[in-house]
């Protein structure tokens, strides 16, 4: 087994600079092989006292700071001044809130942590409002040393959820692709690029890898084989299955929301068509409709009834929707001549995609109800966007200073986040399910 | 059914999972709850999966490359969306159409190729129907169906690697690779 040693890059290292107008934050951080640059415009931070948990000095890795650069890189909350706070408080009644509110501190998150006589580790975190004085949350985990970090996620995320009403996704996944010279490596990382682990090594490329549902598998595009089949791989076991390997293409997979179910695009009988097989590759695939055109990059809906995907049946590449047992084609976008790339947010009310303006390539917003649109970015060569599973971010890849990078921008527009990596370009990002 | 079934490796065992904490989101909490480890169900540890093995090819006949003519040229070039085989590119594609009517041993896979500018998966599409659209110049000039495969590399594999129309043109393209050769 194959873990990448974390290579910390130097702070501010490799950092393509950007400069939004109205920027309010910058900041940066830095993580195994990716670094991560976040800026935010006209947004107005919600300030908390987050303060360093007792005793977790003597952890081999402290808790606070990563619940710490969890909130701050979604760009909605600030630390406010917390220093000099001494003792450190563990519980509301030790909590000078005349104090925090004099700070403008909207809440304090304190914790503490103790070694137990069976090696775990306790952690005892809570939340007050300092408005109403109210312990909006109290939790104890007990985790194994080498847990430490995905504790702290769990407390950014149960922290984040209080705070908003919406799911954290501190504690998921993503995967990118990183190429780097002849090689091409299908990469796991933490949500904060920790933890980043190499799941597939090739000389030659990997494209579309797509989560399951569940978490526990991939499926993606290989050509090891000199031409593009779909491979589903465990994750846990690193088996994998060649599920899609007819004459010509076999691309684009998309799981179906339970799981069971591919949507595949497979140019067995010429042209790039939709189809649909069983996850293990097994029946007959089944043909989702015919025609002339290329039709491909199918994605479901979240209600599993219907797929979007991308065709240039009309004489450019639009993207439509029909329903999964075959029937009639509801076109989606109007405006330009190459929409391509569809992704729904998790509730299925929006759309992203990608839309060629003049010699750009951006990523596009649509609200599906009232068909508005909002650009997402003003880069040149953007693709392959998708949702975080709580909806807030679209992750996708675009191209800085000659290098591919993946791009982060709020579903509001107003947080952007970039990340590059040293060695190479990286590409094709993915974001697993919630945890 | 064409299908490679893999061998399977079981390098390691997921983490035993533990039931993950109960939170109640809406009330204030104001007891202090004692929660396991919480283990995600995505596994932890993720080995590196092993490479597929591909079948050996068998020789066949094919014209010298670089030699003069039509029968000489490998590529056919497209302008950007599109996947008409154009003027220069006929010929080149009847060349090798009546080489594969003379030829009934020989065989091909024709290559398709596009720029770098926007999605993979569709230029994966296009590439494809580049190269269909070749196929069906050949069939129609002499080749069978049967002495043609036809692959797409979408925009994986840029011959020219700028980022310019220079580049981007050489890009746009459909390669004849004879089997073999």
Sequence with gaps: MIFNTPQRLSLFGAIPVIVFAFWMAYSSFVRAELSLEITTEGLKQIPLAMLPFANERDLTTAVSPIVIADLQRTGLFRQADVSGVNPIPTETSQLKLAEWRAKQATAVLMGSATIEHDGKIKIRYVLVDVATEQEKLIEVISVAPSQLRGAAHRIADAVYEKLTGEKGVFSTKISYIVKDGPSYQLRVADADAYNERTILSSKEPIISPKWSPDGSRMAYVTFELKRPLVVVQNLSTGARKVVANFRGNNSAPAWSPDGKRLAVTLSRDGIAQIYTIDAEGLEQPRRLMTTRAIDTEAVFTPDGKSILFTSDRGGSPQIYKIPVEGGTAQRLTFTGNYNVSPRLSPDGKKLVFIQQNGSAFRVMLQDLDTNQLQNMSDNALDESPSFSPNGRMILYASRANGKGVLALVSADGRVRQKFSTQAGDVYEPAWGPLQ | ?181
């Excluded at chain 2, 995600?40 to 066949?60: D, I």
């Excluded at chain 2, 014209?63 to 950007?80: D, N, V």
């Excluded at chain 2, 043609?148 to 590399?153: D, L």
């Excluded at chain 2, 840029?158 to 129309?165: I, K, L, N, R």
């Design chain 2, 1 to 181: 059914m064409n299908k490679i079934l893999l061998g399977v490796l079981v390098v390691s065992v997921l983490a035993a999972c533990s039931s993950a904490p109960k939170k109640d989101a809406a009330a204030p909490i104001t007891e202090t709850k004692v929660a396991e480890a919480p283990t995600a169900a995505s596994p932890t540890k993720m080995p590196e999966a092993q490479p597929l093995v591909a079948p050996m090819e068998e020789a066949s006949p094919y014209p010298t490359k670089g030699q003069g003519g039509a029968l000489g040229e490998r590529s056919i070039y497209y302008a950007f969306d599109s996947y008409v085989v154009n003027d220069a590119g006929k010929p080149v594609a009847a060349a090798h159409a009546g080489f594969l009517g003379g030829h009934a041993k020989a065989k091909i896979t024709l290559q398709g190729n596009c720029d770098e500018r926007g999605s993979r998966e569709y230029n994966l599409a296009l590439g494809s129907r580049r190269a269909e659209a070749v196929k069906s110049v050949m069939t129609v000039s002499g080749a069978s169906a049967e002495q043609i495969e036809v692959v797409s590399f979408g925009k994986e594999k840029p011959m020219m690697a700028g980022h310019d129309e220079s580049s981007w043109s050489q890009n746009r393209r459909v390669d004849i690779v004879y089997q073999g050769e």
